[in-house]
């Protein structure tokens, strides 16, 4: 179920950052906090998705996802802008949520045979 619901936010999160004119959210929250949101989901989603990976791994596809991302927003048709800070708020999402998953997975006994 994990994996699916990772790869669905993976693909909705990569959608909304390359449509021309994404919807108005409740709120209005700024730009950083929806990246801030999206990829500490997409963190918390893999880590539970794939629990014998290393987060390190996780932490770094996830991260390259992000400057996939701002570089597909430099398309002039798409009428965005890519921005590194961006790409360096999803990073540090990211890092944050695994990093307490990285303390969970420590604490709790694993099945790796």
């Known amino acids: 179920m ?3 619901l990772f790869w669905a936010a993976l ?4 959608v909304m ?13 700024s730009d950083k906090i929806q ?4 990829f500490a989901v997409l963190a918390a989603l893999a880590g539970a998705a794939y629990p014998r990976t290393a987060l390190l791994r996780i932490l ?4 390259a996802f992000g400057a996939v991302i701002e570089i597909v927003q430099t398309v002039p ?4 802008d890519g921005d590194y800070i961006d790409w ?7 890092a944050a949520v695994l990093g307490m998953a990285a303390l ?7 099945n790796r045979g």
């Not at 048709?77 to 965005?80: D, K, N, P, Q, V």
């Not at 969970?104 to 694993?110: D, H, K, Y």
């Open 104 to 110: 969970v997975r420590r604490q709790v006994p694993s």
């Open 35 to 38: 990246h801030i949101v999206a």
């Open 17 to 29: 950052a390359v449509l021309p004119q994404p919807p108005q959210l409740p709120g209005d929250p």
């Open 2 to 4: 994990f994996p699916f």
């Open 88 to 94: 360096i708020a999803d990073t540090l999402a990211a």
């Open 77 to 80: 048709a798409l009428h965005r």
């Open 60 to 63: 770094a596809g996830l991260s």
């Open 11 to 14: 693909v909705f999160a990569f």
